[in-house]
């Protein structure tokens, strides 16, 4: 019985989650912790990247990559450890960074 309602709540989540990523706060995008907090969870919840671009996320514009970004990407990964996939709707490809 809790495995059903496991189910039933983590697809809630789900699509509460999906929704948010789509329609960002009041039409306009979320700020970029919020994208990869949101995409975090979906990916641990069994979500596929493909399926979240796909969504056509309401997200900030891709931050120019120079030196205090790029230091600033790594202190946050460091710190909240998110699925380094989720950075890749920021367009921000943390292997690529990280080897810089």
């Known amino acids: 019985m809790g495995d059903v309602r496991n189910r039933i709540g983590g697809n809630r989540k789900r699509r509460r989650l999906r929704m948010e990523l789509e329609r960002g706060h009041d039409g306009r995008p979320l700020k970029a912790v919020e994208v990869l907090t949101r995409a975090d969870q979906l990916l641990s919840l069994g979500e596929t990247l493909r399926s979240l671009r ?3 996320v309401k ?4 931050p120019q990559l120079d030196d205090e970004a790029v230091a600033l990407i790594l202190e946050t990964q460091r710190v909240y450890r998110f699925d380094p996939r989720a950075w890749k709707l920021l367009g921000v490809d943390l292997n690529r960074i990280d080897a810089s």
Do not use: E, K, V, Y
Request: aromatic share 0%; hydrophobic share 45%; charged share 45%.
């Open 59 to 62: 997200a900030p514009r891709r």
């Open 54 to 56: 796909a969504l056509d």
